[in-house]
């Protein structure tokens, strides 16, 4: 069974300071995986995904994602954090032998960015 | 356009009583989903649908009923309210295009069951 590990359940950073979001994943085959972003009181919007490809891939407001086949990670990046960037953040896998529903999210990561 | 919109956006039932919770779509997505989401426990799958007629179960369906008339609405019935069902509901679209996993999700709806 596919399953997403996000290992922190927060994250603090300083503002213009680097930040990393950890998440680990298990498939049984290649993966699918995506980043979700929520605001307070908001619905999760898409940030960026892997299918293929480069392992580095770039999404919305700053943000990349390294997918590391060998350590079964796909952690978030962003070189300088925002105070706006403060939100609840959800990685996702998807063995893409299962049907498009079988999304699996993980327990989500609080990122508190700093002044 | 609206995106996805669900209605209401509160809720407090009490033990026992039923409800529906509504959303809609006007991307004219084919495929619908409904997560709740409590803490500590990420969102999981309620009933999802690939268009009008058809729906399925997801990972944690009882207690929950979906139907799908039209392209545009995917309500969710509660049958019998539990304390169990307090969580954050969210409804979810994406179009075949999107097939990746890429969804467009609703505000959300807060129930409270007492």
């Known amino acids: 069974a596919q399953s997403v590990a996000q290992p922190e359940d927060q994250v603090n950073v300083a503002e213009g300071n680097p930040l990393t979001v950890k998440c680990t994943y298990s498939?049984?085959?290649?993966?699918?995986l995506f980043w979700y972003v929520q605001y307070p009181n908001r619905g999760l919007q898409f940030l960026l995904k892997?299918?293929?490809?480069?392992?580095l891939v770039k999404g919305s407001y700053g943000f990349e994602a390294e997918f590391n086949k060998s350590q079964t990670s796909f952690h978030l990046k962003k070189p300088s954090a925002l105070v706006s960037d403060s939100a609840l953040y959800f990685c996702?896998?998807?063995?893409?032998?299962?049907?498009?529903?079988?999304?699996?999210f993980g327990t989500g990561t609080r990122l508190l960015v700093s002044p | 356009n609206a995106g996805v919109t669900q209605t209401p956006k509160f809720q407090v039932l009490k033990t026992g009583q039923s409800m529906t919770l509504q959303c809609a779509q006007d991307?004219?997505?084919?495929?619908m989903s409904w997560y709740r989401q409590d803490p500590g426990m990420g969102l999981r799958l309620i009933h999802y649908?690939?268009?009008?007629?058809?729906?399925d179960q997801g990972e944690v369906p009882n207690g929950y009923n979906v139907s799908r008339s039209t392209t545009e609405d995917f309500p969710l019935r509660l049958l019998s309210a539990a304390p169990s069902q307090t969580s954050v509901y969210f409804c979810?679209?994406?179009?075949?295009?999107?097939?990746?996993?890429?969804?467009?999700f609703g505000p959300g709806t807060r129930l409270t069951v007492t």
């Open positions: 979810a679209s994406s179009s075949p295009g999107h097939v990746w996993g890429e969804q467009y």
């Open positions: 498939v049984s085959g290649n993966p699918y």
């Open positions: 892997y299918i293929t490809g480069d392992n």
């Open positions: 996702a896998v998807r063995d893409p032998d299962t049907g498009f529903q079988k999304l699996v």
């Open positions: 991307m004219n997505h084919e495929y």
């Open positions: 649908s690939v268009g009008a007629g058809i729906t």
